[in-house]
């Protein structure tokens, strides 16, 4: 009994290929640019303190809040001038990497 393969196209660099996929190729989690107005962890750690309130506006470089990993104090500071829209953290709450701790949107250009 033949079993028959289905050819799925595949395009790399403007080339098309004809080609059958792997089961770990099919099931793979799809990649998704990060949104910038979301802050998630980088490292495991515990929140020692926040420094801002929904609502506020923050400038860029400014800190919104400490985050402490293995000893040592991290600032997770402002990539650009803002309003912080949303936290999602409390003080002392121990968090695992990646996980969003504050949502933030962009000051509007005059």
Sequence with gaps: MT???????????????????????????????PNPNHIYS????????????????VKEGETLLLLEAMKMQNQVRMPFDGEIVKIYVKKDETIPKKHMMLEIKPARIR
């Design 42 to 57: 980088f490292i495991p750690g515990t929140v020692i303190d926040i420094f801002v309130k929904p609502r506020q506006k």
């Design 3 to 33: 079993e028959e393969k289905e050819f799925k196209t595949l395009v790399v660099q403007g080339a098309v290929y004809k080609t059958t996929y792997t089961w770990k190729f099919e099931n793979r989690v799809n990649w998704e640019a």
